[in-house]
Each structure stands twice: as C-alpha cells, then as structure tokens.
C-alpha cells in the first residue's frame, strides 16, 4: 500500500511551489462520459488548451491504487483507453487496498485537489439530484464533497437529465456558493439556460479570484471549507437546438427507465444514448462546453495566482 494519499506529478508540484496556476480535471468526463476515441483527444486537448495559457493541468485519477493529481502522457492514455471503475470518495480507499485503477468523478477530483492545494477545478457538468431523487434518494456526491473542500469547480451547470432545482436547492442548504458566470440564469450543460435563476452573475476572471480570496480569509474555525460553483454557460452560437434536445432527453430517461439503470450507472447511460440518439449533435456540444469551461478555469486560476 502506498505510505502516500496522493502522488503529486513533478510538474504540479513545481507549479505550486512556484505559484504558477494550477487547473484540475476530471477524468470520469474522460473514461465514462465521452466515447472512445474522441476521449482521448478530448483529454489531451483539455491540457494543451491551459498550457498555451501558461496553466499547468494537473488531470486526476487514481493508477495502480495511487491517487494520481498531474497524469504523464502514458496515464492520460490509460484513463481514455483502459475499460476502469468510476470513483467517488468514498472509493479511494477500497481501490488503495487492491491496487486497482479508476477514473475520478467531480467529487472524488475535488477532494484530492483540495489534498493537493489545487484551488480550481474545470469539468463538463457537475453531477446533481437526480429526477425521482425523493423515492432512489440519488443525489451526487459532487454536492457535498463542494460543500467540505475550497475548490472552485467550473461547470456548464447540470444536466437537464437531472432536477436542477432540487440541486440548486441542496447546493445551498449545503452551504455552497453559486455564481453565474455572465450569467444570471443557471445554465443546463448542452442549453446555456435554464428556468433557474441565480443570485450572484459574475462578468470576470478577477471577480471569482476575488470571492477564493475572500473564502481563504474567511476565519477558519475547524468547519469544512466550502467551494465555489462558477456556472459557465456553453455559448449560444454552439448551444444545442432546445427542440431536439427536449425530444431526445425524453426518449433517454424512457430508455433508462426500461433498462432499470440505477446509481451511478446512470449518468454515462444517459450520456451515451444521448450520444447515439443525437447523432452525435450533443457530443459535439459536450466537447464545446467543456472546452470553454477549462478556458474560464484557466483564466481565473491565472487571477488568482496573481497575488
Ligand atoms: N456530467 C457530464 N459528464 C460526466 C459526468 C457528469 O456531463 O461524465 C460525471 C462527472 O464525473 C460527475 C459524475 O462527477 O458524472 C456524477 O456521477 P453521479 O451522478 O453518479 O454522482
Ligand atoms: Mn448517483
């Protein structure tokens, strides 16, 4: 068994004993959420787009039963190409025990960049409450781990799959903050609105570097330190048509329902009937958000580094 709980590539760790900016990313996205091959391209994109930005990705999964936070080339290509376990949290310790290897879902990312000082954080979407949640009792645990770590994740909001409002109702009996970014309707991942509203729209990179600073001068009293949720909304030249997407999202929650998927399958079923049922139309638009999620990541990354 590792005497570590995480392994820290050299090139994050330089970065964050130098200051330099730092983004993590998910890899669940990577292994679960986007077909072969594009996944794969999709990763090593995330990480070239925030390096051109003088950005350091640090990609986060678990290898070998190691809890990995900065992946070398040959690890990016195992999380696209190797058929792995999604993890939340409270999986680290179980995969730890057998040496196994898995992909990180938005919760169990955030906890190990919150481990490794790594304030933000990019993803496609976050996961949520899911519909029907009062009798399954599905709710992600992307909800409370952003409650118990300062990690600021950016998000294209939540699946229209899921039920925004109970989510956005949870993230704030949990305490977590919510900003849109440029924004005051909260997005819903392929649509860049949704019938929610936020409180809080943000226009910069800077004004979300100064809301992390703020919570890291907040008195720190042994209570978990909350995240920060920056709703970034894909842009709307690229958003999916609402039509198609109202037609298709219907005929995936039937397919679910047929199949009786449950837990935490049901997010890549979803996302890969979608995938199917779309003729590809919501991949390319899953690829478009998430792009311009890790662009926003980086650029308030950089202003928060700018101390
Ligand atoms: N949303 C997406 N694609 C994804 C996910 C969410 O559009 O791949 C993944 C994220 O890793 C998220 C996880 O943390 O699904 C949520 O899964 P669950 O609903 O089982 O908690
Ligand atoms: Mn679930």
Do not use: C
């Amino acid at each position: 068994m590792p005497d570590q709980p995480f392994l820290l590539s050299d090139e994050v760790a330089d970065a964050l004993a130098a200051g330099t900016p730092v983004v993590a990313l998910e890899s669940t996205i990577i292994s679960h959420g986007l077909p072969r091959p594009r996944n794969l391209e999709a990763a090593r994109g995330f990480e070239a787009q925030l390096r051109d930005a003088g950005v350091v990705p640090a990609t986060i999964a678990v290898l070998d039963g190691v809890p990995r936070v900065g992946l070398d080339a040959r690890g990016v290509e195992r999380i696209a190409n190797e058929d792995m376990a999604k993890a939340s949290i409270r999986d680290l310790a179980v995969l730890a025990a057998r040496g196994a290897s898995a992909a990180t879902t938005v919760a169990a990312t955030t906890r190990l960049a919150a481990l490794a000082g790594v304030r933000v954080f990019a993803t496609g979407g976050l996961g949520g409450v899911h519909r029907g949640a009062a009798t399954t009792f599905d709710e992600s645990a992307d909800l409370t781990a952003l409650a118990q770590h300062p990690v600021a994740v950016v998000t294209a909001g939540v699946k229209s799959v899921l039920d925004i409002g109970a989510t956005l109702e949870r993230l704030e009996t949990l305490s977590v903050p919510v900003v849109g970014y440029r924004t005051t309707a909260f997005p819903s991942f392929w649509l860049a609105a949704s019938a929610f509203d936020l409180d809080w729209r943000v226009e910069s990179p800077e004004e979300v570097a100064a809301i992390l600073r703020a919570q890291d001068a907040a008195p720190q009293d042994g209570r978990p330190r909350p995240g920060l949720v920056v709703a970034n909304p894909v842009p709307l030249d690229l958003q999916w048509d609402p039509v198609e997407h109202d037609r298709v999202l219907a005929e995936a929650l039937r397919a679910a329902a047929a199949a009786k998927v449950r837990g935490k399958a049901v997010t890549p079923f979803l996302l890969s009937f979608i995938v199917t049922a779309s003729d590809g139309v919501s991949l390319e638009v899953n690829l478009a958000l998430a792009r311009n999620n890790v662009r926003v990541a980086g650029e308030i990354a950089t202003a928060y580094a700018a101390r």
